[in-house]
């Protein structure tokens, strides 16, 4: 008689991830709920930044009608009926429900002190923060992730403890302080050191025009550029070099190298890529402060952008330049926050496994 061997049973498939279109489409439903759900995060937050906006504002002292008129002596009937015009007799209540309605509409109201539409003003103080902002953004965060990545890279060496010193020192400087020291010296001059750079502003009455305009500004943007970088790119250079610093402990990093790529194929092919992650965050949260511009450095240099613009509404006080402006920024930043977050879900496939 023969026997037949038992034939062994058929192998279940694996489970595991699904695979092909529909895993895409998996993926892509996930990465849009997740989206939708930080959109809805943000829009409460703007909401939020609204009711803090109004009523924040009303806490600073001055009478926005006597600041309105400066020194020009009105008497009690005058100011009761301008405070009337602007709307500061009404309730509280209804003060606010009008701020809101205005708000929906984008109307920000009109400036006590500059008799102008607050949109108006915010838009054209936009351009000189975006020169001033974005170049030093830029610069800061080219210098901060090559410093911080040669830092790691030579972990503990003179150039890692100078840099690493350094930064600290510098993003532990007040800025205000930093730009009057490099007001006085650079701009003013001290002894021996000539004044080489303007003193204030973004250009002179007699500019020059054409090509040879955008040198003129940019000899007016050297000292308000260096003292934001100054302050910022360690920031950058301190999340790279402990980004970095982690990475070069991994299992991968080991691999590659013992698979005989030279050291800086490992570096800049490995360890450099999964390193910046960390940064996104951190880039588009100063992207948001782009639109809001640094209040100190514009205030030190007279730089006309909004932060200038900010301060002035303060030493009125103007209520509807300072709403503005502040929700604008606080605007800003809940965007770019919420970019960050989104794009950091889709840069890193750990965090949308998790």
Same mark, same amino acid.
Request: glycine share 10%.
């Given at each position: 008689?023969?026997? =037949?061997?038992?034939?062994?049973?058929?192998?279940?498939?694996?489970?595991?991830?699904?695979? !092909?279109?529909? /895993?895409?489409?998996?993926?892509?439903?996930?990465?849009?709920?997740?989206?939708?759900?930080?959109? *809805?995060?943000?829009?409460?937050?703007? *909401?939020?930044?609204?009711?803090?906006?109004?009523?924040?504002?009303?806490?600073?002292? #001055?009478?926005?009608?006597?600041?309105?008129?400066?020194?020009?002596?009105?008497?009690?009937?005058?100011?009761?009926?301008?405070?009337?015009?602007?709307?500061?007799?009404?309730?509280?209540? @209804? @003060?606010?429900?009008?701020?809101?309605?205005?708000?929906?509409?984008?109307?920000?109201?009109?400036?006590?002190?500059?008799?102008?539409?607050?949109?108006?003003?915010?838009?054209?103080?936009?351009?000189?923060?975006?020169?001033?902002?974005?170049?030093?953004?830029? =610069?800061?965060?080219?210098? !901060?992730?090559?410093?911080?990545?040669?830092?790691?890279?030579?972990?503990?060496?003179?150039?890692?403890?100078?840099?690493? /010193?350094?930064?600290?020192?510098?993003?532990?400087?007040?800025?205000?302080? %930093?730009?009057?020291?490099? %007001?006085? $010296?650079?701009?003013?001059?001290?002894?021996?050191?000539?004044?080489?750079?303007?003193?204030?502003?973004?250009?002179?009455?007699?500019?020059?025009? #054409?090509?040879?305009?955008?040198?003129? +500004?940019?000899?007016?943007?050297?000292?308000?550029?260096?003292?934001?970088?100054?302050? +910022?790119?360690?920031?950058?250079?301190?999340?790279?070099?402990?980004?970095?610093?982690?990475?070069?402990?991994?299992?991968?990093?080991?691999?590659?190298?013992?698979? #005989?790529?030279?050291?800086?194929?490992?570096?800049?092919?490995?360890?450099?890529?999964?390193? %910046?992650?960390?940064? +996104?965050?951190?880039?588009?949260?100063?992207?948001?402060?782009?639109? #809001?511009?640094?209040?100190?450095?514009?205030?030190?240099?007279?730089?006309?952008?909004?932060?200038?613009?900010?301060?002035?509404?303060? @030493?009125?006080?103007?209520?509807? $330049?300072? @709403?503005?402006?502040?929700?604008?920024?606080?605007?800003? $930043?809940? +965007?770019?926050?919420?970019?960050?977050?989104?794009?950091?879900?889709?840069?890193?496939?750990?965090?949308?496994?998790?």
């Amino acid at each position: 008689m023969t026997v =037949i061997p038992d034939t062994p049973p058929a192998a279940e498939p694996a489970a595991g991830p699904a695979a !092909g279109p529909g /895993g895409e489409r998996g993926t892509g439903r996930t990465v849009a709920r997740y989206a939708l759900a930080k959109i *809805g995060g943000a829009a409460l937050s703007i *909401g939020m930044v609204v009711v803090a906006t109004f009523f924040l504002f009303r806490l600073i002292p #001055g009478d926005p009608a006597i600041a309105y008129t400066r020194d020009v002596p009105l008497s009690p009937e005058q100011l009761d009926l301008l405070r009337r015009q602007m709307g500061l007799d009404k309730p509280l209540l @209804q @003060q606010f429900l009008d701020f809101v309605w205005r708000t929906l509409r984008l109307d920000l109201g009109t400036s006590y002190e500059y008799k102008r539409p607050v949109t108006e003003l915010i838009a054209e103080r936009t351009g000189p923060t975006l020169v001033l902002v974005g170049t030093g953004l830029v =610069i800061a965060v080219s210098l !901060g992730l090559w410093q911080g990545t040669r830092a790691a890279w030579r972990h503990g060496s003179r150039f890692d403890r100078f840099s690493t /010193g350094l930064s600290l020192v510098l993003w532990s400087v007040p800025t205000f302080w %930093l730009g009057l020291l490099l %007001l006085m $010296v650079f701009a003013a001059g001290v002894g021996p050191i000539p004044g080489i750079f303007p003193t204030r502003g973004m250009e002179d009455i007699d500019a020059p025009g #054409g090509p040879m305009y955008l040198l003129h +500004v940019a000899h007016h943007l050297v000292l308000p550029c260096l003292t934001l970088v100054a302050v +910022v790119y360690a920031q950058y250079l301190l999340v790279m070099r402990s980004s970095l610093l982690d990475e070069i402990g991994q299992d991968y990093v080991t691999t590659a190298r013992a698979k #005989g790529l030279r050291d800086d194929q490992v570096r800049r092919r490995h360890a450099v890529p999964n390193a %910046l992650l960390p940064t +996104v965050t951190l880039v588009f949260i100063h992207i948001g402060f782009v639109v #809001g511009g640094a209040v100190s450095v514009e205030t030190v240099y007279s730089w006309p952008g909004l932060g200038l613009l900010f301060y002035e509404a303060i @030493q009125g006080p103007d209520f509807a $330049v300072m @709403q503005g402006t502040f929700m604008v920024v606080c605007t800003a $930043v809940i +965007v770019m926050n919420t970019l960050a977050d989104v794009a950091y879900h889709v840069l890193d496939p750990r965090v949308r496994s998790a």
